[in-house]
Structure formats: structure tokens, C-alpha cells
């Protein structure tokens, strides 16, 4: 099975989205993506998977096919940690192995310490905890998450043709376009005059507030389950190799690897990555 079956699930305050591999009867594997992508990140990955699992791929909220939150409201690491608990519960799932990237491995290490008894295996790519701060940027990120705002904002920008939003995000990103094209393809919505960005534009304000780094680490000391960590070699620039380390400290039962390539390991080399995650759980 290579083509994903969607999924609605439907919560009190928002509807969320995923993309579905595998057979129902399989045991459970839940992805969470990184930010600004969407479900479409495991389009590679999760076809490697499907005779073992069945996987979910969840789009968070603001992202891919999921709901907006509502005016008002903002985007933080518990928020996202609140709506993935209630789609596991809406399923529902009861164990289940969980699987993320980036902002989606903070997020599912961040649902590990909440909820232990639930997870199965933790598999996470470039990303355990979220992002961390040491104090040296803490007021003026508050300043800036809290400056006031037009209430308009700025014209989203509207692409002529998929193949133009392709090219623009591959250029932000530095992913080949191949690569990008199943998260791009998720990510759009035609519009009036051509294509444009599905994901809530909020999604790129700046926090008010981050966790203390002893505080994430207070919260990776609650993981229980087995877990492996896949980082990307070099390392990736806001993911060094020192807090990375003293992360893993952190978890009891924790395994660390290492493998060539760039940020979307599972993208690049979703063969390499699917032979880590069957050797992983």
C-alpha cells in the first residue's frame, strides 16, 4: 500500500487531518512532523513502514489539512502537545510506537513524559525536547512575540503554479525538489489567481516564552519508554552536538545514531531511515 488514505479526527475546538498507511489490524505508529511541514514529510518514509505499522501521519494544527486555531490564540510547544494527546484519545490509540521530526520530535518527546504508559517505542529525527533557552535572547523575544500587529497583516503570497511553490521552498529550505514536492503538494490551497499556503501564517511568530534548558531536561528525566534519536552529520546549526548530548543524558533508555545527509534525513534517504526505525523497534 502506497498511497495514503486520509483521515479526519474531529476534537472539541478544532478538526485535524492525517494520512494514513497500512492496515488497520497493524500496530499503531503516529508521525509528527517538523514545522511549517505537514504529513506529506513521511510520503517517502511511511510506505517503508506500512507492512509493519500502520501509519498515521498527523498534520499539527495551522498545518497541512488541520484546522486553524482560532483568533487569538497562539502556537506553542503545549498546545501541540495537548492536540496530538487528544487525537491519540480520539482515535483512539492505547500504545502505540510514536515518530517525529524536527518540531515533531519535541513535541512527541514532550507527549513521552506526559503520558509513559501509552508509548510504545519514542523514534525521533533531529529534534528531543523542544527548543531551549539560555536567557540571552528571552526579553526581546517576549518584546517581539508581544509587539503589536496590523490586523490585516501582509498579503500571503500566491504562486502561479505548484511547480513555482515547489522551486520557493526548496530554495528556503534547501531541500532538492523531489524532496519537497509531497509536503509542498500538502501544504497549498488553490486560490484566486493561482496557489497558496495552507499553513496558518502565525505559525511564523516568534514564542513569548521557551523552556529553561533545566527544565527540558526535567521533562526528558519523566521519558520511560525505549527510545532511538537519528541526527543528522554535520550537525544541524541549532541542534549542537554538546546540548545534544546532555539531552540524551536525560533519558533512561535512550539509543543515538548518527547518519550523513541534511535535516530531512527521512526525506533523503527514507530507505536508511526505515532500516533504523525496524532495527530501532
Known amino acids: ?21 497500512g492496515d488497520a489490524a497493524l500496530p499503531p505508529l503516529l508521525a509528527l512532523h517538523g514545522w511549517l511541514d505537514n504529513g506529506g514529510s513521511f510520503a517517502r518514509l511511511a510506505p517503508r513502514l506500512a507492512a509493519r505499522w500502520q501509519v498515521i501521519a498527523l498534520d499539527l494544527p495551522g498545518h497541512g489539512h488541520s484546522g486553524h486555531l482560532a483568533a487569538g490564540a497562539g502556537y506553542h510547544y503545549v ?16 500504545r502505540y510506537v510514536l515518530l517525529g521530526h524536527s518540531l515533531g520530535a519535541g513535541i512527541a518527546s514532550l507527549v513521552a513524559a506526559a503520558r509513559p504508559e501509552r508509548i510504545e517505542r519514542l523514534l525521533l529525527i533531529e529534534g528531543l525536547g523542544p527548543l531551549g533557552d539560555d536567557g540571552a535572547h528571552t526579553l526581546q523575544r517576549f518584546r517581539d512575540a508581544l509587539a503589536p500587529r496590523e490586523s ?54 516568534p514564542s513569548a516564552v521557551r523552556l529553561a534548558e533545566a527544565q527540558v531536561h526535567a521533562l526528558l528525566r519523566g521519558i520511560t519508554a525505549p ?55
Open 1 to 21: 500500500m502506497t498511497e495514503p488514505v486520509e483521515r479526519r479526527i474531529a476534537l472539541p475546538a478544532l478538526t485535524l487531518a492525517a494520512q494514513v498507511w
Open 79 to 94: 498546545d501541540h502537545v495537548q492536540a496530538v494527546l487528544a487525537a491519540v484519545d480520539a482515535l483512539p490509540l492505547d
Open 152 to 205: 490585516n497583516g501582509k498579503p500571503l503570497r500566491v504562486f502561479r503554479d505548484v511547480a513555482q511553490a515547489i522551486s520557493a521552498r526548496s530554495l528556503a529550505s534547501g531541500l532538492p525538489t523531489e524532496q519537497a514536492r509531497p509536503i509542498v503538494e500538502r501544504g497549498l490551497l488553490e486560490t484566486d489567481g493561482g496557489w497558496r499556503w495552507r499553513s496558518d501564517p502565525r505559525l511564523t511568530r
Open 227 to 281: 527510545t532511538a534519536l537519528l541526527l543528522a552529520q554535520p550537525a544541524t546549526p541549532y541542534l549542537p552536538d554538546a546540548m545534544m548530548q546532555a539531552r540524551a543524558a536525560c533519558v533512561a533508555d535512550i539509543a543515538v545514531t548518527h547518519m550523513d545527509g541534511g535535516h530531512h534525513l527521512h526525506l533523503e534517504h527514507p530507505q536508511a531511515v526505515a532500516d533504523w526505525i525496524d532495527a530501532a523497534a
